[in-house]
């Protein structure tokens, strides 16, 4: 059994709220679940329909899918989705030059399957916090090839471009990750809209401090407002029942 909650908030600053959220603890298709985040961009309604119509064609692939694999049906769904919004912007020219970020998992026996494209992440807190995706983003690349130290990256003016997303490009060019959970694992989905405004130290005190998934998404979202609010906010939050996740 898996405890979630999830969350979107516009922010204080935006007019619109671009990022969307899907979650759901029972079967789609022949994943056992599916979560994700997906935060939209581009102008007008161009941002908001992107992470909408990217997180439906998802799970309109999934669930065609006759595949086993978790990554391969993963693989599959993104690769249709992306399809779709290239070819939705091309035929509509409110549409042009939108796209998403998506980060989307899947909990299946003891391991976590996940999909990133973008820098919108996934974290596992338990003892401590760590950072299973990779950001998509410049200054990302920039602290890689040794241009940036990390410290430098978090209030860089660049820290919002990001170099990958759904909708850009013919093929999306997606990573993925297995990671065996342990007892006592949460995991946290999150649109950029968070992490921005507030800092992973205090999102992992945040989930340390919280009673349950719920008091953790709401306090987490009342902190990136408290701090500014300057961007969307979206939110998954995942535990997995101790005695059902073996170490």
Known sequence: MLKTFSKTDVGKKRKTNQDSVYTSEKPVGNLPNLFAVADGMGGHRAGDYASRYTIQNLIESIRNDEDTDPVQILKHAISSANEKLVAAAASDTELAGMGTTLVACTVKGNYLYTANIGDSRLYIANSKMRQITRDHS????????GE????????HPD????????????????DFFDTRLQKN??????????TTMVDDE????TIQSSRDVVEMVEELVK??????GKDNIGIVMIQAKTDEVEV
């Open 138 to 145: 410049l200054v990302e690349e920039m602290v890689r090839i």
């Open 148 to 155: 940036l130290r990390p410290e430098e990256a978090k209030n």
């Open 202 to 205: 205090k999102i992992f005190e």
């Open 223 to 228: 902190l990136a407002n408290q701090n500014g």
């Open 159 to 174: 820290r919002n471009i990001i170099t990958r997303a759904i909708g850009i490009t013919k093929e999306a060019e997606v």
């Open 185 to 194: 694992d949460t995991i946290l989905l999150c649109s950029d809209g968070l």
